[in-house]
C-alpha cells in the first residue's frame, strides 16, 4: 500500500493562487501514477491532474493553462500549482496514486480543503 499526505489548502481570492504538495510513502517503488482529484459540495469527485512516473501530464479542460502538476521521484513528491483560481475551484483536493498493473487510482490521501472566494 501506499500512504499520501497532503498540504498546502486554505482559503484564497479569486485570481490567487495555491500550491498543494503530496507525500508519498510505502510501496513507493509501485506506483505508476500520481493525480490530484477534487470533490466540491453535491459533485462526483473528478480528475484535476495526473503525472506518470515518465513525466506525462494530463489535465483537465477546465484546468489547462492555469494548473501545473509536478513530480520529484526522488523524494516521492507530486505538487499542483495553482494559479488565476476561479470561485468554482472550490473543492477539496485529494492526491491519489496508481500502481503499476491496476488501472485505477486506488490509493488515497485525506484531502485538502481550497476554497476561493469572490
Known amino acids: 500500500q501506499v500512504q499520501l499526505v497532503e498540504s498546502g489548502g486554505g482559503l484564497v481570492q479569486v485570481g490567487g493562487s495555491l500550491r498543494l504538495s503530496c507525500a508519498a510513502s510505502?510501496?513507493?517503488?509501485?506506483?505508476?501514477?500520481l493525480g490530484w482529484y477534487r470533490q466540491a459540495p453535491g459533485k462526483e469527485r473528478e480528475l484535476v491532474a495526473a503525472?506518470?512516473?515518465?513525466?506525462?501530464?494530463h489535465y483537465a479542460d477546465s484546468v489547462k493553462g492555469r494548473f501545473t502538476i509536478s513530480r520529484d521521484n526522488a523524494k516521492n513528491t507530486v505538487s499542483l500549482q495553482m494559479n488565476s483560481l476561479k470561485p468554482e475551484d472550490t473543492a477539496v483536493y485529494y492526491c491519489?496514486?496508481?500502481?503499476?498493473?491496476?488501472?485505477?487510482?486506488?490509493?488515497w490521501g485525506q484531502g485538502t480543503q481550497v476554497t476561493v472566494s469572490s
Open positions: 510505502g510501496d513507493t517503488i509501485c506506483i505508476s501514477a
Open positions: 503525472i506518470t512516473s515518465g513525466g506525462s501530464t
Open positions: 491519489a496514486a496508481r500502481r503499476v498493473g491496476v488501472s485505477e487510482y486506488d490509493n
